[in-house]
């Protein structure tokens, strides 16, 4: 009989509350909750499970201009040159083809079919802003797209001396350290805000959004990192054994290839991430992987070419020198 009673008492109760539960307007929380997952999160999945360009052996996507040139006759080569008009009509490469970097993305969508190409590269003046658009196109999904090491720098000299060679520099060579700084404690990621709920949809509006934004947004100079170093959070892209040797003051350390989940925790989200290795080529396509993903971050222009070109060529550390420059033809 007392067993009946409190059950009676139970199903009073629990009626009770469900009843004040409906009139205020609320229901019952149920014990477990599945959490909202954030656009980054869904980003960052839909990048890894989609060949995760960034961290495999296929990164950076770099051709050499013997290639090029040996190509010359191949239908199935598409050489795409990002430069100015004016810098294209003084001269550029057989069968190349000038395309604005802000137009790439639509005219890999409207005006050829990369699928059927077995190369597609970008040509700029020194190598940087065609590897950080070919690092986009990458993330976009076409896998076929280079950029050619050096640019137009290494196609012949006098577009070499307006570039490259005027930018090699030994300046901060002395003001380099050898401490091996630690990656700080793990922290949150960036807040993406495109509305969207679909990776793909989010990475189209992180595309269209970077595409349209000029590359020289994003350089960062290496005098200015050595001046103010307290403005921004330096990250060596590079092999160890080449950042113990020497690096700017207060770098840290950031293996290529390791852009995990694990790793990107440890980037900051409030302030300026200012990436550089030996040429600025490798990290102009892990720039174009972190902004995606919302970081803010820049490339020092010309790596450390810029300030310690003589320490590079000493250890043979991809130093750019005159023996980079060719005398191919351009049409003019």
Not at 56 to 83: G, H, M, Q, W
Not at 252 to 260: A, E, M, W
Request: net charge negative; glycine share 6%.
């Amino acid at each position: 009989m007392k067993k009946t009673s409190l059950y009676f008492v139970l199903i009073f109760f629990a009626t009770f509350m469900y009843s004040t539960a409906q009139e205020s307007g609320t229901e019952p929380v149920a014990e477990t909750q599945a959490e909202v997952t954030s656009e980054f999160d869904l980003l960052i999945q839909y990048l890894e499970e989609n060949g995760n360009f960034i961290n495999s052996e296929k990164t950076p996507a770099l051709i050499s201009p013997d290639e090029i040139k040996k190509n010359f006759k191949n239908e199935k080569y598409l050489v795409l040159d990002i430069r100015s008009e004016s810098w294209f009509e003084y001269g550029h490469i057989k069968n190349a083809k000038n395309v604005k970097a802000a137009d790439l993305l639509t005219y890999f969508e409207n005006d050829i079919d990369p699928a059927s190409l077995d190369k597609i590269v970008l040509i700029c003046y020194s190598g940087q802003s065609a590897s950080y658009f070919a690092g986009l196109l990458r993330l976009a999904g076409y896998d076929n797209v280079y950029s050619m090491k050096w640019g137009m720098s290494s196609w012949r000299q006098d577009f070499a001396e307006n570039s490259w060679l005027k930018n090699i520099k030994n300046d901060f060579a002395e003001n380099l350290e050898t401490t091996d700084h630690a990656k700080p404690e793990k922290g949150t990621f960036p807040v993406l805000k495109t509305g969207k709920t679909d990776a793909k949809e989010i990475l189209r509006v992180r595309l269209d959004s970077l595409f349209a934004e000029p590359y020289k947004e994003f350089i960062v100079k290496s005098a200015d990192v050595f001046e103010t170093p307290s403005n921004y959070f330096v990250a060596h892209y590079g092999p160890q054994d080449v950042y113990a040797a020497g690096h700017i003051p207060g770098a840290i350390n950031y293996t290529p290839k390791s852009l995990t989940l694990e790793t990107l925790a440890t980037l900051p989200v409030d302030k300026k991430i200012a990436l550089y290795d030996s040429t600025g080529l490798g990290t102009a396509y892990a720039l174009a992987y972190l902004n995606v993903l919302g970081y803010d971050a820049g490339n020092i222009a010309y790596g450390m070419n810029a300030f310690m070109n003589e320490t590079l060529k000493d250890n043979k550390w991809d130093a750019f020198t005159n023996k980079d420059v060719n005398m191919f033809p351009v049409i003019e």
